[in-house]
């Protein structure tokens, strides 16, 4: 495999890693969220803290999935066929239009324990577009750098 298939799909694995990670850390960041279902009834002191360090962890959530998104769609350039290249990037659209969602929900109404629940299911979105977009595509780069080493 050439360094640049190779470095591609290192580039997903840390990336990927770092998504998760964040996503633990938006999680662990409010101890109330079994509690309650809204920050408006939260009597913790540090409560405007706990509330700007979840905002500040979505906010790089955000950022952090969508150029990542960005990133995999150039990878794919002309790398794989078109069907996987379109339902990748459909999936890409719908991971981006609940990242919005949640964004809409803080600025709506500044509920974090909402906003929380909606990075739990992008978890899930998440690790389901690992598995049936993500692989595929490594496995595309690879088989694409094999046959450029070969010709």
Same mark, same amino acid.
């Given at each position: 495999?050439?360094?640049?298939?190779?470095? /591609?799909?290192?580039?997903?694995? @840390?990336?990927?890693?770092?998504?998760?990670?964040?996503?633990?850390?938006?999680?662990?960041?409010?101890? +109330?969220?079994? =509690?309650?279902?809204?920050?408006?009834?939260?009597?913790?002191?540090?409560?405007?803290?706990?509330?700007?360090?979840?905002? +500040?962890?979505? @906010?790089? &959530?955000? !950022?952090?999935?969508?150029?990542?998104?960005?990133?995999?769609?150039? &990878?794919?350039?002309?790398?794989?066929?078109?069907?996987?290249?379109?339902?990748? $990037?459909?999936?890409?659209?719908?991971?981006?239009?609940?990242? =919005?969602?949640? @964004?809409?929900?803080?600025? /709506?109404?500044?509920?974090?324990?909402?906003?929380?629940?909606?990075?739990?299911?992008?978890? !899930? $979105?998440?690790?389901?577009? &690992?598995?049936? &977009?993500?692989?595929?595509?490594?496995?595309?780069?690879?088989?694409?750098?094999?046959?450029?080493?070969?010709?």
């Amino acid at each position: 495999m050439s360094p640049d298939g190779e470095n /591609a799909i290192e580039r997903m694995h @840390r990336d990927h890693g770092r998504m998760l990670e964040m996503i633990e850390r938006i999680r662990s960041e409010c101890g +109330q969220r079994n =509690k309650m279902d809204s920050c408006g009834n939260c009597q913790a002191p540090n409560r405007p803290v706990c509330q700007g360090n979840i905002d +500040q962890l979505i @906010r790089g &959530f955000v !950022e952090a999935t969508l150029k990542h998104c960005l990133i995999e769609s150039m &990878f794919m350039d002309d790398r794989v066929p078109a069907a996987h290249r379109i339902a990748h $990037n459909q999936s890409h659209m719908d991971i981006a239009h609940q990242l =919005k969602s949640i @964004r809409v929900v803080l600025s /709506a109404c500044g509920n974090y324990v909402q906003a929380i629940e909606g990075v739990e299911r992008i978890h !899930e $979105n998440l690790l389901a577009h &690992f598995r049936d &977009f993500d692989e595929p595509l490594e496995s595309y780069l690879a088989e694409n750098t094999l046959a450029h080493q070969g010709a």
